[in-house]
Structure formats: structure tokens, C-alpha cells
């Protein structure tokens, strides 16, 4: 019989790069001087599926290359082997085999045979070296002969299968079975709390056993019974105290144990003994984006109806329509709750980014001979999935920067009285509507005096009287780089600019701080999500143009007298002490109806610090909006950051504040 | 705009139902000023009548605007300023195609939707050396059907070209 099997190859991929990053989690967790068996454990069993999955799917290279991997962990995990870090390493290193022999798989390009080779060869050399077995004081890692089995009367055994256990074709029944052939077995099921049949899929496994085993039998022959479905369950197996408190043979408890601590709402999530990798323990789906891309824009259809609707209620005789009125209301508040819903789905946490840069670090650090610590806050902070994969390369480059530049070698850090080991720490937390990402280092700082010699010698303005934060700024200036040498890591002067541009095409800022000889503080300030905009709306002829509320400093009624004209057609309008140039925006959208120049209503808007004012018709209001893409069907148009769709279905362009302020001041000042 | 709704209805129900004929190719005829098109049935989305269109500043005249199609936004040429045929003019009766071309989603505002029509093999000649208002460029050849002449049009290059100022030129470079 022949199964087409390829229709998994992608859910296979997925998981094991899933696989391969817990395992790059735990061997950067991985202490030598004390030694976590389950730790070494979570790396074996993704190895395991692995090799398991490439060996199904005849990815022979895969299973080859993580078989010599296996064999290696299992060594360590049975304690014949002691963890040291150059053992550490080589086991990194062939993560990254794996990785790139998954890739190629998934590409269906031929892998760099010279790099696995290499790995391969310094794999089997470490297993063909004389097996140091671990220090006595290592705990033998499950799996192994037990520590303690004869004066044992039996064992303890929870068992918490995941919900998906009977899709890999387990039957718990069939392990309880064989667990029966081995003594007598009392066992004990519990159920979630509230289990609604309605809600519950018949395929899913909901129930969870405490079993007693009262057998000779030893840990390794109990565990052998769960051998199919380790991967699939939370287990735990305890020797039993000598003297057991009875217990009935088997009782069903129907929604027992709402009393106990498992909360209602999180039913199917036990805490179990062990900490598994995220999605392991919260059962979560794969979707594909696009899915998710369509949800949101129904769903934004729905507000709009719903919009249209609430306008024309608002019209109706509140008396004999108050059934109507009040189902309205009540569709109000749930597409807006709906709503809310749909935008949290593309959130991710901010782990998302951070997880990739312990090993990033662990690498560098270890290249620059530099001794870095990386401390995380804040990892759980959501944040919508576009502004998240968008943030990571600045992200990356800034982390990077701080290790290379910002932290000395321990040998200067000792000197500047410094602990040897420096600190990285990246903090995220939500402020407002925004999320602030922070990147703290506590090296050497900038140095004001370098920075601006660095800036003249690039014939860069830079005046003595520059403030401190006006200084910091200049390190962003295209090409900038006051390291001494170009490493290559970073300080080839490519970088900052782009930071900064990548942070501001994503409405957010960047600020820094330091101080010289403590360290540097890095602080983005980003919005929630690029979907949707504060905005006030404004109406220029028979148009409806959304302004950016971020933008926005104030409105303002020009007094005629205000308003001067400079040169040809340029004008500038006072604002208390200053002079703002002033565009019509009927002038610079050319759009038919309304004259130019006759109203004195004015918008002033501000970005990277310069201001502008803005001649509209009329201010209709503030709202949110849901922001859409110009360039999907269209291409993109001058001076608008894109659209949106107004209650009534029309649509309005939302004006982008950079380009208006970039664009139309050059020519004023000229 | 009901009455040219409800035309458009009967002309995708009428394709949906021929579309199992296995043997041509089916086009959606138009007219435009005297002249009568066709275009491949398979990138025509939907048929829609004009509606409140957001005027895009610094744009071509021919390029109406942006609508709301179900939430995406969808720009509108009118080919009848496009090619200076025929009258641009907006009432009930005004009608939209809706292409589906290049990954994208474009209005055409017409003179009218007449048909759906198979042609054969035989029934299609190749396109002159110069033609009507349309660029022989874009003329994939002459529909032959009775006392009708049909100018087949190749959409998606008409409408992926660089005086459509439909698309960015990077879009364009991608095609």
C-alpha cells in the first residue's frame, strides 16, 4: 500500500523547526556545572521526532544526521556522557546542520554537503571518544534504570494525555490494559471541569488518570507502556509511599474537581510537572495568514454594516422602534467585542523575536570573546504579527550593536571596575496604545566628543552646542560609525539609518540615552498594530480625508492677517511665536470643487520635528479606522499612506504626515 | 444602478451556466462607443454598476477613483475616457466590469455588457495591423459571429501596461 504522504511534508517541516528552536532553547539553558535531565530530555525528544518524522517522510539524510545526534544525547541523558560546553557547542552547531538539511528538503535544493560533512565527522568523533560518564551527583535522567526499585511497592502514575492523542492512532485504554498485565492497577479518572458535550469533539481526549500500580514491576517497564505516546502526554511516575491511603477502585468523577484549583476557564490546560514548550500545552491550531487576513477583513465589513445600520436607527422614531433600537444596540456591542477578538488573533508575544537572540548572543559573544548576559522582560507583551516580524531585523541589529560596540571585553570591564560579565536586557511593555521595546546595555556608552568628530570628519553639520539627545541622533545619519574596528559583526556604518527608517515606516520612534562608561538605553516606541489608525477625518470639497491623530498637534481658525505669502505662492501662517508654512490641501490633492485659498481653517501637523499646517474645509471628527492598502489593486499615490472605508461604505485616503511635511518644506524654504 | 445590477446578474448567471461547454473559450462582450470587445470570461470577477467612487489626486482622468468592493479597494478606469470613445456618462445605467487580472482586482467602466459568447478556433482571426482605438498590441485577434466583429482583448496586458499608470513600475517588473 502506498500513502501519499507529502500533503504532511509541510505540517513536518513546520514541527520540526519548532523542534529544532526548543532544542537551541535548551542547550542555551543547558548548565554543565549542574545539570537539568529534563532539560536534556526536551532535547532528546525533539531529536527523537525528527529523526522519527524524516525517517516516515524518507528524508534519509535527516534521519541519519539526527540519528548520530540521539546517540550522542541519549549518552548524556543516561549520564555515560558528561555535558561540557565544547560538547554543548558541537550540539548547536548540529542543530544548525539540521536546520539547513530541513531546508534543503523543503526547498528541494541539495543541501551544503560540506558543512554536514564536517558536522557529521565532528559528531562521530565526539561519540567514538572515550565516554566520560558525568559525575556521580548528575540525576539519572528518566528513562534510565531507576534509582530505586526493590523495597518499592508500586508506583504512582498521572497520566494527562493531550487532547490530539487519539489522532496519532493511541487508545489510553490499551495502556491501561498493559499496565494491568503488570499488577494490580487502580485507576482514577478526572475529567475537565466543565466538559459541555456540545463543545467537546468526540476525537479529543479530555480525561486524565491517576493510576496506582501495585507491581514489582520497575520504572523502565512502566514507562515502556507509555512509550507511543510520550510525546502526546504529560507524565509522571512516582514510586509509592509504603503505606497508601485507600482509594476506590475506580470512581468517575462527573465534573469533580471544580473545586480544586483548575481553573474553569482553562479546563483542558493542566499545569503539569514539567514546563513544555508553548504550543504543546496551550493546544493550539496552525492557521495559515491569509486565513486569519480574511477573517479580519469581514469582520471589518461587519463593523461598516453595522456602521450604516446605527446611522439609519438613529433616524428612526425611538418610541416605535425600540425592540429594533435595542437589537442594534446589542449588535453594537458584539461586533465590537468581535472585532477585538479577530485583532487578537494576529497578536504575538514578543518571545516571538526575543527567543531567537540568546543564541545570537551566545554565539557572539563567544566570537568576540566578550561574557554577555541577556535578560528579557516582558516577552509575553503582544504585539500584532506584521509590526512584530518587521521589528526583528532592527531589533537584531540594535542587540547586536550594543554586544560588539556597547560591551567592553572582561579585561576592560574589570579595568573600569565593572563586573566581567555585561547585561543585556530587552524589555517590551505596553504604554497607552503603544508598546515600548527597550535595549539596555551596561557598556561603555556613547562618547559624545567621538561622535562629533566623527560627524565633521563625514562632513556632517554638527555644532558643539548640539544637545546631548541631538548628538545621539547623529549616529543614525546614513553611513555613520564611530567604531574603531570594522568586525564582522557590525561597524561597517550600514545599519542605523536603516534602524531608524524601518522603526519610523512603522509610525513608531526611537529615542536613546547614555551615559559614558555605564551603558546605553535604547527606547522604540511602537503602535499596537499597523491595522488600524487614530485619525481625525476632514473634508476638502466633497472629499473625506483621514489625518493621522499622532500627527496632529492642533486646529486652528487663521486670522486673515496671520496668513503671509512669501515669494510666489508660498505661504506661512503665525501660530502664537511661530511661523508654520501653510499648504492648501485642495491645492496639493488637485481635486475638482472648492476654491483654493478661501478658508482659513487649519490642521497643523507635525513629524521628525517639523511642522505644517494644512488648509481644509471642514473637521468632521475623530475615529478609528481600519487601515487599508492602496497598492494591493492600485499603486501608490503621492502623498497617501493609504485607505480606509468610512461608516457610510465610501472611501476616504488617510494622509501621510511624513511625506507631507518631507516633501512640501524644502520648496518653502527655498 | 438596480437596472444594471440586474442586467449583470443575468449575464454571470447565463456564463456560469455555459461554462461546462467544454470546447472555445468563452468571452464577455462590451461595447465601447461602436466598437464591440471581448474579453476572456475567466478574468472577469463580477459585474457591477457604478457607484460612489473617492477621487485619487494626482491621477490620470481616465482612472475615476477607488471603490469599496467588500472591503478592498479597487481602482476604476472608465475606457471610455481612456480611448475617447463614446460618452462618460454616469447614471443607472453606467456598468463596471470587475477584472481579476494579475493577482489583482481592477473596475472598467464600459458603454455596456452585451454578452457571453463562446468562439471556436475557427471563428477567431488574427488581429489586423491597425485596429480601432485600442493598440493592436493589446488585440489578441478578430471574433467572427454572424454579422458580428468582435475585438478580442488581452486584458491583463492592457490593463498591466505602463499607460494604464494602473500599477508602480516595480508591480509592472514583476509581471
Redesign the interface.
Same mark, same amino acid.
Given at each position: 500500500m502506498s500513502m501519499d504522504l507529502s500533503r504532511f511534508h509541510q505540517t513536518f517541516f513546520e514541527e520540526s523547526f519548532e523542534g529544532l528552536d526548543s532544542m537551541e532553547a535548551a542547550l542555551l539553558r543547558l548548565d554543565p556545572a549542574d545539570v537539568d535531565a529534563e532539560t536534556i530530555n526536551t532535547i532528546f525528544r525533539a531529536a527523537h521526532s525528527i529523526k522519527g518524522g524524516g525517517g516516515t517522510f524518507g528524508f534519509t539524510a535527516v534521519s541519519a544526521f539526527t540519528h548520530l545526534l540521539e546517540t550522542l544525547l541519549d549518552q548524556m541523558r543516561s549520564g555515560r556522557r558528561a555535558v561540557v560546553p565544547e560538547l554543548v557547542n558541537l550540539l548547536l552547531r548540529s542543530v544548525d546542520a539540521v536546520r539547513e538539511l530541513l531546508q534543503a528538503a523543503r526547498d528541494g535544493r541539495a543541501a551544503n554537503l560540506e558543512l554536514i560533512a564536517g558536522h557529521q565527522l565532528a559528531l562521530e568523533q565526539a561519540l567514538a571518544g572515550p565516554a566520560t560518564p558525568a559525575v556521580p551527583t548528575v540525576v539519572v535522567a528518566a528513562g534510565g534504570e531507576p534509582a530505586v526499585a526493590a523495597p518499592n511497592r508500586g508506583w504512582r502514575i498521572r497520566f494527562a494525555p493531550h487532547p490530539g492523542l487519539f489522532r496519532s492512532g493511541n487508545d489510553p485504554l490499551r495502556i491501561l490494559r498493559e499496565l494491568s498485565g503488570l499488577g494490580q492497577l487502580r485507576s482514577e479518572v478526572e475529567l475537565p471541569a466543565p466538559l459541555k458535550l456540545s463543545a467537546t469533539v468526540a476525537e479529543e481526549s479530555h480525561a486524565r488518570w491517576q493510576l496506582e500500580l501495585i507491581s514489582g514491576a520497575s520504572e523502565a517497564e512502566v514507562r515502556e507502556a507509555f512509550a507511543w505516546v510520550e510525546d502526546d502526554c504529560e507524565l509522571e511516575i512516582t514510586a509509592l509511599a509504603p503505606v497508601a491511603e485507600a482509594r476506590p477502585a475506580l470512581t468517575l468523577i462527573q465534573g469533580g474537581r471544580a473545586e480544586a484549583p483548575v481553573a474553569a476557564a482553562s479546563a483542558p490546560r493542566w499545569t503539569g510537572p514539567e514546563r513544555r514548550g508553548g504550543n504543546e500545552a496551550t493546544g493550539s491550531i496552525r492557521v495559515p495568514t491569509d486565513k486569519i487576513d480574511v477573517l479580519i %477583513?469581514?469582520v !471589518? &465589513?461587519l463593523v461598516?454594516t453595522q456602521a450604516m445600520l446605527a446611522q439609519t436607527g438613529a433616524q428612526l422614531d425611538p418610541v416605535a422602534n425600540e425592540r429594533l433600537l435595542t437589537a442594534l444596540a446589542q449588535l453594537d456591542r458584539n461586533t465590537r467585542s468581535l472585532q477585538e477578538s479577530v485583532m487578537g488573533i494576529r497578536m504575538l508575544p514578543m518571545d516571538f523575536v526575543f527567543s531567537r537572540f540568546p543564541r545570537m548572543i551566545h554565539d557572539l559573544a563567544g566570537k568576540l570573546g566578550k561574557q554577555v548576559r541577556l535578560e528579557t522582560q516582558g516577552a509575553d507583551t503582544e504585539l500584532d504579527k506584521s509590526v512584530i516580524e518587521k521589528i526583528a531585523d532592527p531589533l537584531t541589529h540594535l542587540v547586536r550593536n550594543a554586544l560588539d560596540h556597547g560591551i567592553e571585553t572582561p579585561e576592560q570591564r574589570r579595568a573600569a571596575g565593572k563586573p566581567e560579565e555585561g547585561v543585556i536586557t530587552l524589555a517590551a511593555s505596553h504604554r497607552g496604545g503603544n508598546i515600548i521595546i527597550e535595549i539596555v546595555d551596561d557598556g561603555r556608552g556613547l562618547d559624545r566628543e567621538r561622535i562629533l568628530a566623527k560627524a565633521r570628519s563625514q562632513g556632517l553639520e554638527a555644532a558643539d552646542t548640539l544637545s546631548d539627545a541631538e548628538v545621539w541622533q547623529l549616529i543614525f545619519a546614513p553611513g555613520f560609525s564611530t567604531a574603531e574596528v570594522i568586525t564582522d559583526v557590525s561597524g561597517r556604518g550600514v545599519g542605523m539609518d536603516v534602524v531608524k527608517k524601518n522603526i519610523l515606516a512603522l509610525n513608531g520612534q526611537v529615542e536613546l540615552a547614555s551615559q559614558l562608561g555605564r551603558g546605553m538605553r535604547i527606547t522604540i516606541r511602537l503602535p499596537l498594530t499597523l491595522a488600524i489608525l487614530d485619525g481625525m477625518s476632514i473634508a476638502v470639497g466633497n &472629499?473625506v480625508f483621514i489625518v493621522p491623530l499622532a500627527a496632529v498637534v492642533e486646529s486652528l481658525q487663521a486670522r486673515p492677517d496671520d496668513v503671509k505669502t512669501i515669494g510666489h505662492s508660498s505661504r506661512v501662517v503665525r501660530v502664537r511665536n511661530e511661523l508654520v508654512p501653510l499648504i492648501d490641501l485642495h491645492e /496639493? $490633492?488637485? /481635486?475638482?470643487g472648492g476654491a483654493v485659498g478661501e478658508h482659513n481653517l487649519c490642521i497643523l501637523i507635525e513629524s521628525e520635528g517639523r511642522k505644517l499646517a494644512l488648509g481644509v474645509d471642514e473637521l468632521l471628527g475623530q475615529q478609528q479606522v481600519v487601515v487599508? #492598502? /492602496? &497598492? #494591493? %489593486?492600485? @499603486? @501608490? $499615490?503621492?502623498?497617501?499612506s493609504g *485607505?480606509t472605508?468610512l461608516g457610510d !461604505?465610501? $472611501? *476616504? /485616503?488617510i494622509l501621510d504626515a511624513a511625506e507631507l511635511v518631507r516633501r512640501t518644506q524644502p520648496a518653502i524654504a527655498a | 444602478m438596480d437596472t444594471a445590477a440586474t442586467e449583470a446578474r443575468k449575464i454571470t448567471a447565463a456564463a456560469d451556466s455555459r461554462s461546462d461547454i467544454a470546447a472555445g473559450r468563452e468571452y464577455l462582450t462590451f461595447t465601447l462607443g461602436a466598437e464591440e470587445y471581448g474579453v476572456d470570461i475567466l478574468k472577469v470577477q463580477e459585474i457591477r454598476g457604478y457607484d460612489a467612487v473617492t477621487r485619487i489626486p494626482d491621477a490620470p482622468d481616465f482612472i475615476k477613483g477607488v471603490i469599496n468592493l467588500r472591503g478592498t479597494i479597487v481602482p476604476v478606469v472608465d475606457m471610455r475616457l481612456k480611448f475617447k470613445l463614446g460618452k462618460a456618462e454616469y447614471n443607472e445605467f453606467t456598468v463596471m466590469i470587475i477584472l481579476n487580472i494579475a493577482r489583482r482586482v481592477v473596475g472598467m467602466v464600459v458603454d455596456g455588457v452585451s454578452d457571453v459568447l463562446q468562439l471556436t478556433a475557427e471563428q477567431i482571426r488574427p488581429a489586423p495591423e491597425f485596429g480601432g482605438a485600442v493598440n493592436t498590441r493589446y488585440i489578441t485577434g478578430l471574433g467572427a459571429l454572424d454579422q458580428r466583429m468582435l475585438i478580442l482583448v488581452d486584458i491583463e496586458k492592457l490593463m498591466s501596461g505602463a499607460d494604464m499608470a494602473l500599477m508602480d513600475a516595480q508591480a509592472q517588473s514583476l509581471q
Amino acid at each position: 500500500m502506498s500513502m501519499d504522504l507529502s500533503r504532511f511534508h509541510q505540517t513536518f517541516f513546520e514541527e520540526s523547526f519548532e523542534g529544532l528552536d526548543s532544542m537551541e532553547a535548551a542547550l542555551l539553558r543547558l548548565d554543565p556545572a549542574d545539570v537539568d535531565a529534563e532539560t536534556i530530555n526536551t532535547i532528546f525528544r525533539a531529536a527523537h521526532s525528527i529523526k522519527g518524522g524524516g525517517g516516515t517522510f524518507g528524508f534519509t539524510a535527516v534521519s541519519a544526521f539526527t540519528h548520530l545526534l540521539e546517540t550522542l544525547l541519549d549518552q548524556m541523558r543516561s549520564g555515560r556522557r558528561a555535558v561540557v560546553p565544547e560538547l554543548v557547542n558541537l550540539l548547536l552547531r548540529s542543530v544548525d546542520a539540521v536546520r539547513e538539511l530541513l531546508q534543503a528538503a523543503r526547498d528541494g535544493r541539495a543541501a551544503n554537503l560540506e558543512l554536514i560533512a564536517g558536522h557529521q565527522l565532528a559528531l562521530e568523533q565526539a561519540l567514538a571518544g572515550p565516554a566520560t560518564p558525568a559525575v556521580p551527583t548528575v540525576v539519572v535522567a528518566a528513562g534510565g534504570e531507576p534509582a530505586v526499585a526493590a523495597p518499592n511497592r508500586g508506583w504512582r502514575i498521572r497520566f494527562a494525555p493531550h487532547p490530539g492523542l487519539f489522532r496519532s492512532g493511541n487508545d489510553p485504554l490499551r495502556i491501561l490494559r498493559e499496565l494491568s498485565g503488570l499488577g494490580q492497577l487502580r485507576s482514577e479518572v478526572e475529567l475537565p471541569a466543565p466538559l459541555k458535550l456540545s463543545a467537546t469533539v468526540a476525537e479529543e481526549s479530555h480525561a486524565r488518570w491517576q493510576l496506582e500500580l501495585i507491581s514489582g514491576a520497575s520504572e523502565a517497564e512502566v514507562r515502556e507502556a507509555f512509550a507511543w505516546v510520550e510525546d502526546d502526554c504529560e507524565l509522571e511516575i512516582t514510586a509509592l509511599a509504603p503505606v497508601a491511603e485507600a482509594r476506590p477502585a475506580l470512581t468517575l468523577i462527573q465534573g469533580g474537581r471544580a473545586e480544586a484549583p483548575v481553573a474553569a476557564a482553562s479546563a483542558p490546560r493542566w499545569t503539569g510537572p514539567e514546563r513544555r514548550g508553548g504550543n504543546e500545552a496551550t493546544g493550539s491550531i496552525r492557521v495559515p495568514t491569509d486565513k486569519i487576513d480574511v477573517l479580519i %477583513n469581514l469582520v !471589518g &465589513e461587519l463593523v461598516i454594516t453595522q456602521a450604516m445600520l446605527a446611522q439609519t436607527g438613529a433616524q428612526l422614531d425611538p418610541v416605535a422602534n425600540e425592540r429594533l433600537l435595542t437589537a442594534l444596540a446589542q449588535l453594537d456591542r458584539n461586533t465590537r467585542s468581535l472585532q477585538e477578538s479577530v485583532m487578537g488573533i494576529r497578536m504575538l508575544p514578543m518571545d516571538f523575536v526575543f527567543s531567537r537572540f540568546p543564541r545570537m548572543i551566545h554565539d557572539l559573544a563567544g566570537k568576540l570573546g566578550k561574557q554577555v548576559r541577556l535578560e528579557t522582560q516582558g516577552a509575553d507583551t503582544e504585539l500584532d504579527k506584521s509590526v512584530i516580524e518587521k521589528i526583528a531585523d532592527p531589533l537584531t541589529h540594535l542587540v547586536r550593536n550594543a554586544l560588539d560596540h556597547g560591551i567592553e571585553t572582561p579585561e576592560q570591564r574589570r579595568a573600569a571596575g565593572k563586573p566581567e560579565e555585561g547585561v543585556i536586557t530587552l524589555a517590551a511593555s505596553h504604554r497607552g496604545g503603544n508598546i515600548i521595546i527597550e535595549i539596555v546595555d551596561d557598556g561603555r556608552g556613547l562618547d559624545r566628543e567621538r561622535i562629533l568628530a566623527k560627524a565633521r570628519s563625514q562632513g556632517l553639520e554638527a555644532a558643539d552646542t548640539l544637545s546631548d539627545a541631538e548628538v545621539w541622533q547623529l549616529i543614525f545619519a546614513p553611513g555613520f560609525s564611530t567604531a574603531e574596528v570594522i568586525t564582522d559583526v557590525s561597524g561597517r556604518g550600514v545599519g542605523m539609518d536603516v534602524v531608524k527608517k524601518n522603526i519610523l515606516a512603522l509610525n513608531g520612534q526611537v529615542e536613546l540615552a547614555s551615559q559614558l562608561g555605564r551603558g546605553m538605553r535604547i527606547t522604540i516606541r511602537l503602535p499596537l498594530t499597523l491595522a488600524i489608525l487614530d485619525g481625525m477625518s476632514i473634508a476638502v470639497g466633497n &472629499e473625506v480625508f483621514i489625518v493621522p491623530l499622532a500627527a496632529v498637534v492642533e486646529s486652528l481658525q487663521a486670522r486673515p492677517d496671520d496668513v503671509k505669502t512669501i515669494g510666489h505662492s508660498s505661504r506661512v501662517v503665525r501660530v502664537r511665536n511661530e511661523l508654520v508654512p501653510l499648504i492648501d490641501l485642495h491645492e /496639493l $490633492v488637485r /481635486l475638482p470643487g472648492g476654491a483654493v485659498g478661501e478658508h482659513n481653517l487649519c490642521i497643523l501637523i507635525e513629524s521628525e520635528g517639523r511642522k505644517l499646517a494644512l488648509g481644509v474645509d471642514e473637521l468632521l471628527g475623530q475615529q478609528q479606522v481600519v487601515v487599508k #492598502s /492602496l &497598492e #494591493s %489593486n492600485y @499603486r @501608490r $499615490v503621492p502623498y497617501m499612506s493609504g *485607505a480606509t472605508i468610512l461608516g457610510d !461604505g465610501r $472611501v *476616504a /485616503l488617510i494622509l501621510d504626515a511624513a511625506e507631507l511635511v518631507r516633501r512640501t518644506q524644502p520648496a518653502i524654504a527655498a | 444602478m438596480d437596472t444594471a445590477a440586474t442586467e449583470a446578474r443575468k449575464i454571470t448567471a447565463a456564463a456560469d451556466s455555459r461554462s461546462d461547454i467544454a470546447a472555445g473559450r468563452e468571452y464577455l462582450t462590451f461595447t465601447l462607443g461602436a466598437e464591440e470587445y471581448g474579453v476572456d470570461i475567466l478574468k472577469v470577477q463580477e459585474i457591477r454598476g457604478y457607484d460612489a467612487v473617492t477621487r485619487i489626486p494626482d491621477a490620470p482622468d481616465f482612472i475615476k477613483g477607488v471603490i469599496n468592493l467588500r472591503g478592498t479597494i479597487v481602482p476604476v478606469v472608465d475606457m471610455r475616457l481612456k480611448f475617447k470613445l463614446g460618452k462618460a456618462e454616469y447614471n443607472e445605467f453606467t456598468v463596471m466590469i470587475i477584472l481579476n487580472i494579475a493577482r489583482r482586482v481592477v473596475g472598467m467602466v464600459v458603454d455596456g455588457v452585451s454578452d457571453v459568447l463562446q468562439l471556436t478556433a475557427e471563428q477567431i482571426r488574427p488581429a489586423p495591423e491597425f485596429g480601432g482605438a485600442v493598440n493592436t498590441r493589446y488585440i489578441t485577434g478578430l471574433g467572427a459571429l454572424d454579422q458580428r466583429m468582435l475585438i478580442l482583448v488581452d486584458i491583463e496586458k492592457l490593463m498591466s501596461g505602463a499607460d494604464m499608470a494602473l500599477m508602480d513600475a516595480q508591480a509592472q517588473s514583476l509581471q
